[in-house]
């Protein structure tokens, strides 16, 4: 059974940083990602990495704070969140296997996704 379980989430204030985390189990993938979903709002792309290569991709919002980084003995995934606004106030998902690279950036080409770990930024 294919599990992704996402922790590190909780509540900080602007300025600081978090580290996600999203253990995978029950299989291998090629590439994960990163998506985030405030109220009200779609889900959007964050980051994604390729596990074979290291390839990163970002969102130009969150590109030069954030880091998505794996860990292929721990079949974990990372996201350093640094410089945090409050507008990066949402919940965080990971993700895993899109149909692509193409579709790296769309939610719906991803396959398995994990429950949510809730990032809230005061001000």
């Known amino acids: 059974q294919v599990q992704l379980v996402e922790s590190g989430g909780g509540l900080v204030q602007a300025g600081g940083s978090l580290r996600l985390s999203c253990a995978a189990s029950?299989?291998?993938?090629?590439?994960m990602g990163w998506f985030r979903q405030a109220p009200g709002k779609e889900r959007e792309f964050v980051a994604a990495?390729?596990?074979?290569?290291?390839?990163?991709y970002y969102a130009i919002s969150v590109k030069g704070r954030f880091t998505i980084s794996r860990d292929n003995a721990e079949n974990t995934v990372y996201l350093q969140m640094n410089s945090l606004k409050p507008e990066d106030t949402a919940d965080y998902y990971c993700?895993?296997?899109?149909?692509?690279?193409?579709?790296?950036?769309?939610?719906?080409?991803?396959?398995?996704w994990g429950q949510g770990t809730q990032v809230t930024v005061s001000s």
């Open positions: 993700a895993a296997d899109p149909s692509s690279l193409f579709t790296i950036r769309r939610a719906g080409a991803y396959n398995y």
């Open positions: 990495i390729r596990w074979s290569t290291g390839s990163t």
């Open positions: 029950g299989r291998t993938f090629s590439t």
